[in-house]
Every structure is written in structure tokens, then in C-alpha cells.
């Protein structure tokens, strides 16, 4: 795609960060030279190369650099702690790590404990510490590398998301996933050649990279902000007249809640594409009311399908429309439908477990064979989500069956959080659950039976984790347990009894 826009689009503007513009042109130059500077590092083909940055340029161009190369990219989460990103490196065996300056020491400790971690590239605004290589005089003094071509079906690169078992999972996909869900966005989202895509979402992100994709595909003009922020994301759309932008329902929220919003000309916005979250009924009308010339789309998938899986397109987006509360219908390059716990399709109505099969589903989870067999069955990926379909094909989230709390837009797997929690000498059984919170969607809960004689606050238990995990893992409250938990038949704690209290006047038990 890169490849394309140069060639049809070549005087273009491709990106548009801190001061910087680079037509297609430049981009590709750039991204070819890096290519031939990541070989002369030592990145030999498959290996893998972690990215640990804010958003910028860079990371866009290194986002096409890495397979240019015959390399396999691996974001990393800025939200994660030292101790999880260090996890993702070692288990993913990445080679070459690019930082930038809001990660430079937490990049100097994973070159000193990354097993594999040979070389670290900055990609920062300021000088390269001694112990880095210099992105821009890389580029500089390399020539331009060939396209190493690989096969469409063959790996691109890992993206880790949260783990079952407490510890984060890469998911592996192929140039071929990424490619197709990309094709299908551009007729979904409606975008072509004349989008001015605003990357507001973390890079490291599937949903931003899905429109990083789909907008280089029809060379659209990629416009970067470091990270949100509601007056730099407001002051973004207005001067460079964004025409696209991805936003979880968190982040929806927070620029409506600024008064300042009024202030700026949004009519040049077209769609605000919303999703990795449930959005409540009155946040999506509230918006829709303040910004009278966006239409909206909602997204469905997961990071294992690249990442699209249903869409509800703008028609369907209006006060009393009966498909409002529905997470839309299948993209045109899957199949989805609604199965038991045997795997047989539930007649339409019933609730069932959405799976999803299509050019777009990952290739497995990386070093993980039995959750590959577990979640990828004869082609279909097993989401875990539970919903019902109706007679038009429109999906109706209603659960989930994967323990998993969605909080701000990021994925929490509960045994996560109550692998941090019973760490604590005084913790003697833990259970973590989601309830309903207005700012995040779902907040994370912990309910804490102590041992005999121990003594914590809730205060000490929040402390006590986010000396291990990511701080929007951790849990915003704490309940103490005195009695043990509800069993089931297997001897597996009863969650749903646990939620009862907190989700009583909910129709569905996610927000």
C-alpha cells in the first residue's frame, strides 16, 4: 500500500506530526532506508521488533519499515509496567526495541533484562542516549532496501492483548489479515482518497492501526497527536480539518464533557468510528446532538480478527432506531454466527457465543498451541462473547463468557488483577469482577477475603498492585469477603453471584 501511494499519490501529504509534513514520496524513501538499517542492525527476516512510543510519524513509518524488512513488529502497550512489557519482549524473543523519550528508561531496563534485546533504536524529538541508536541518522545514512515480499499469508507481527491465565497473549497475524479487514473498512467507514484520518487512539492499539491501514490504502493523510487529550485532539480536527477519527466511548465522553468544545469548527468531520466498548445510550445521543454534521460507526471485533468483525453503519445510528443497541452485522470479508457450547448455530433470538471466520482471523496465539487450539476451532475464532442475532443478521452483545472486564476502551482478563492481589502474604482467596461505571464503562472490582489475623486497607491493596500491573488493571474499589465464595458444581468460584448486587436494573451484564 505504501508502495501505491507513493506511486499514484506520490506529492501527498501521508503524515502530519509536530510541525512535520512528509508527502508519500518522502515516506516511502524513509521507510525504505529504515528497512536497510534495521538489516544492518542485525534484524535478519522473521525476526521481531518491539515499538514502545507515543504515537508520531515514526512509529507510523516503523509500522512499514519492520515487514519492508521481512521483520515482524511488535506494538507494546504504554499503559503496561516495566514487568508486563518485559514479559511481551522476552516471550515474543524481539531483537530490537524503538523508544521514544516518555519511554527511554523503562526502554534501558528491558536492553538490560530483555533476554534476546540486542540493539535499541530512539525515535524520540530530543538526542539519543548513548546506549540507542538514532532513528534519524539511521534513516540518514542508509540506502533504500528492496521489498522483501513476503507471502501474504506469512507473519507480520505479534499484538499482545490480556491473558486468561495472567499473563498477556501475542497474537500473531499475517500481512493477509491486516490487508483484509483493511479492505472491508474502506467500504464500512466510507472512507476514500480525500480522508484525513486523526490518529487520537494509542498506535499500539489494533483499532488506530486497522485505520492506519485502511487509510494508506486509499492514501489518506495520516494526522498524529502524541497521545489524548481532549484540547489537542479539539485543536487537531479544527486545523487540519480531520475528516476520521477512532475514539472509544470513554474518550467520546471526556470531549463532550469539555466545555472548550464549542469553541472549535468540527464540520469538516465526517464519521467518529466508536468501539473496544460499549457506549451507553444517552453518551452516543448526547453526542450525536452536539455534533450534528459527524455521522457515526460502531466497530465490533477483537485484536485475534485485525480487528473487525461487525459494523453499524450511520444509517442506523439515530434516536429510536431498533437497531441502536445492536453491535451492527458482519463485514464483507467474514462470516459470523451465533453457536452453543457444541459449536452448533442457535436459532436466530437466542443467546450463543458469537464466533467469526474469515481471511482475517489470526494466525494463533504466539508459543501458545493449547489456547490456539482452544479459541481458533476448523478456521472459526471463539470470541467469547455471548450475544443473540436477530432476522436481519444484527448481533446483540448480551455477555461475556471469557472473564473479562472492558474498562476505558482496554481489555482486563479478571486473572489478571487476582494473580497481583493474592501475591499479598495477608490475601487469602480473591475474586475480581466487572460492575458498571459511568466515566470507564466497567470498573474493575476486587472482593478480598483476608487471611486469619491479616489486616489491609483498600488503599494498600490498590498500592500492592500497581507495583505489578498496569494502573487501569488495577482495581478502583475493594469489598472484604468474610465467608467464602459461591461454588459451582466444579468447584469454580460463582462470578455471577458475585455481580448480582452491582448490575441489578441491567438488562445485560456489560456497560
Known amino acids: 500500500m505504501i508502495e501505491r501511494a507513493a506511486q499514484v499519490s506520490g506529492s501527498k501529504a501521508a503524515t502530519i506530526c509536530n510541525g512535520r509534513r512528509k508527502t508519500y514520496v518522502e515516506v516511502r524513501d524513509r521507510i525504505t532506508r529504515f528497512a536497510t538499517a534495521l538489516r544492518s542492525l542485525g534484524c535478519n527476516s522473521d525476526a521481531r521488533v518491539a515499538v514502545l512510543a507515543l504515537n508520531s510519524d515514526r512509529y507510523f513509518e516503523a509500522y512499514f519499515a519492520v515487514p519492508w524488512a521481512g521483520c515482524q513488529i511488535v506494538p507494546l502497550n504504554i499503559r503496561w509496567s516495566l514487568e508486563e512489557n518485559l514479559y511481551a519482549?522476552?516471550?515474543?524473543?524481539?531483537?530490537?526495541?524503538?523508544?521514544?523519550?516518555?519511554?527511554?528508561d523503562t526502554a534501558r531496563q528491558i536492553l538490560g533484562r530483555g533476554?534476546?534485546?540486542?540493539?535499541?533504536?530512539?525515535?524520540?524529538?530530543?538526542?539519543?542516549?548513548?546506549?540507542?541508536?538514532?532513528?534519524?541518522?539511521?534513516?540518514?545514512?542508509?540506502?533504500?532496501?528492496?521489498?522483501?515480499?513476503?507471502p501474504p499469508g506469512s507473519p507480520m507481527g505479534v499484538f499482545y492483548t490480556g491473558g486468561t491465565?495472567?499473563?498477556?497473549?501475542?497474537?500473531l497475524h499475517s500481512h493477509l489479515a491486516v490487508w483484509s479487514s483493511g479492505m472491508t473498512g474502506v467500504i464500512d467507514f466510507e472512507i476514500g482518497e480525500d480522508a484525513r484520518y486523526l490518529h487520537a487512539a494509542p498506535m499500539f492499539h489494533?483499532?488506530?492501526?486497522?485505520?492506519?491501514?485502511?487509510?494508506?490504502?486509499?492514501?489518506?493523510?495520516?494526522?498524529?497527536?502524541?497521545?489524548?487529550?481532549?484540547?489537542?485532539?479539539?485543536?487537531?480536527?479544527?486545523?487540519?480539518?480531520?475528516?476520521?477519527?477512532?475514539?472509544?466511548?470513554a474518550m467520546i465522553q471526556m470531549l463532550l464533557a469539555d466545555p472548550s468544545i464549542k469553541n472549535f469548527d468540527l464540520s469538516k468531520l465526517r464519521r467518529i468510528i466508536y468501539g473496544a466498548a460499549p457506549i451507553t445510550a444517552a453518551v452516543l445521543e448526547k453526542a450525536m446532538n452536539t455534533l450534528p454534521d459527524t455521522r457515526f460507526v460502531q466497530a465490533f471485533g477483537q485484536t485475534e480478527l485485525a480487528p473487525l468483525a461487525t459494523i453499524l453503519r450511520p444509517r442506523h445510528h439515530f434516536p429510536g432506531s431498533p437497531?441502536?443497541?445492536?453491535?451492527?452485522?458482519?463485514?464483507?470479508?467474514?462470516?459470523?454466527?451465533?453457536?452453543d457450547e457444541a459449536g452448533n448455530e442457535v436459532p436466530r433470538g437466542e443467546v450463543g457465543e458469537v464466533v467469526v471466520r474469515g481471511p482475517n482471523a489470526m494466525l494463533g496465539y504466539w508459543n501458545h498451541p493449547e489456547l490456539t487450539a482452544e479459541t481458533l476451532r476448523d478456521g472459526w475464532v471463539h470470541t467469547g462473547d455471548a450475544a443473540r442475532m436477530d432476522e436481519d443478521g444484527f448481533i446483540y452483545i448480551a455477555d461475556r463468557i471469557k472473564d473479562m472486564i472492558i474498562t476505558g476502551g482496554e481489555n482486563?482478563?479478571?486473572?489478571?488483577?487476582?494473580?497481583?492481589?493474592?501475591?499479598?502474604?495477608?490475601?487469602a482467596?480473591?475474586?475480581?469482577?466487572?460492575?458498571?461505571?459511568?466515566?470507564?464503562?466497567?470498573?474493575?472490582?476486587?472482593?478480598?477475603?483476608?487471611?486469619?489475623?491479616g489486616k489491609?486497607?483498600?488503599?494498600?491493596?490498590?498500592?500492592?498492585?500497581?507495583?505489578?500491573?498496569?494502573?487501569?488493571?488495577?482495581?478502583?474499589?475493594?469489598?472484604?469477603?468474610?465467608?467464602?465464595?459461591?461454588?459451582?458444581?466444579?468447584?469454580?468460584?460463582?462470578?455471577?453471584?458475585?455481580?448480582?448486587?452491582?448490575?441489578?436494573?441491567?438488562?445485560?451484564?456489560?456497560?
Open 89 to 104: 519482549v522476552n516471550d515474543s524473543e524481539t531483537e530490537i526495541l524503538l523508544f521514544d523519550d516518555a519511554f527511554a
Open 115 to 150: 533476554e534476546r534485546v540486542r540493539r535499541a533504536v530512539y525515535i524520540g524529538e530530543a538526542e539519543a542516549p548513548d546506549w540507542a541508536e538514532n532513528y534519524e541518522s539511521l534513516v540518514e545514512n542508509a540506502s533504500p532496501a528492496a521489498n522483501a515480499n513476503v
Open 165 to 171: 491465565t495472567g499473563f498477556p497473549k501475542g497474537v
Open 206 to 249: 489494533m483499532a488506530d492501526y486497522a485505520l492506519m491501514v485502511i487509510t494508506t490504502i486509499v492514501s489518506g493523510t495520516h494526522v498524529i497527536v502524541p497521545m489524548f487529550d481532549t484540547v489537542k485532539v479539539l485543536s487537531a480536527l479544527q486545523d487540519e480539518e480531520v475528516t476520521h477519527v477512532v475514539l472509544v466511548p
Open 323 to 339: 437497531k441502536l443497541r445492536s453491535a451492527g452485522r458482519a463485514t464483507y470479508c467474514v462470516n459470523v454466527k451465533i453457536v
Open 412 to 427: 482486563v482478563f479478571s486473572a489478571e488483577v487476582e494473580n497481583a492481589i493474592s501475591s499479598h502474604e495477608h490475601v
Open 429 to 453: 482467596d480473591v475474586a475480581v469482577i466487572g460492575i458498571p461505571s459511568e466515566e470507564w464503562g466497567e470498573s474493575v472490582h476486587a472482593i478480598v477475603i483476608l487471611n486469619e489475623g
Open 456 to 511: 489491609l486497607t483498600e488503599v494498600e491493596i490498590i498500592a500492592h498492585c500497581r507495583e505489578r500491573i498496569a494502573g487501569y488493571k488495577c482495581p478502583k474499589s475493594v469489598e472484604f469477603r468474610f465467608e467464602p465464595f459461591p461454588l459451582s458444581g466444579a468447584n469454580k468460584v460463582l462470578k455471577t453471584e458475585l455481580r448480582k448486587p452491582h448490575w441489578r436494573g441491567h438488562t445485560r451484564e456489560v456497560n
